[in-house]
Nanobody, 126 residues
Framework: QLQASGGGLVQAGGSLRLSCAAS????????MGWFRQAPGKEREFVAT????????YYADSVKGRFTISKDNTKNTVYLQMNSPEPEDTAVYYC?????????????????????WGQGTLVTVSN
């Protein structure tokens, strides 16, 4: 299971850190991702990190502002959100890819992932 937390109300230009804790199995061997879904919109990719944590990839809309990281000792993945904008308001979901991952590949599609957390709401105010 994946449990996302850390959402809430944040002012534009502030910062917020989301966490996603895994339980029931060790996700340290898996690529992890963050997605988000704004009201009335489809779920979209935000960021992904390789199983080792050595490779990351971001959506253009968050590149340079958000940082994904993972702590395999805690079975937890993070999304540091700096300088959020009102357009970042959404429910944020973490996801795990338990299928084999390939060196140099990055996974940005919903169907690339096998397990999903329940989501945490982030609201960015002006």
């Amino acid at each position: 299971q994946l449990q996302a937390s850390g959402g809430g109300l944040v002012q534009a230009g502030g910062s917020l850190r989301l966490s996603c804790a895994a339980s029931g199995r060790t996700f340290s061997s898996y690529a992890m991702g963050w997605f988000r879904q704004a009201p009335g919109k489809e779920r979209e990719f935000v960021a992904t990190i390789s199983w080792s944590g050595s490779s990351t990839y971001y959506a253009d809309s968050v590149k340079g502002r958000f940082t994904i990281s993972k702590d395999n000792t805690k079975n937890t993945v993070y999304l540091q959100m700096n300088s959020p904008e009102p357009e970042d308001t959404a429910v944020y979901y973490c996801a795990a890819r338990t299928r084999p991952s390939y060196s140099g590949a990055y996974y940005s599609r919903i169907r690339d992932y096998d397990y999903w957390g329940q989501g945490t709401l982030v609201t960015v105010s002006n």
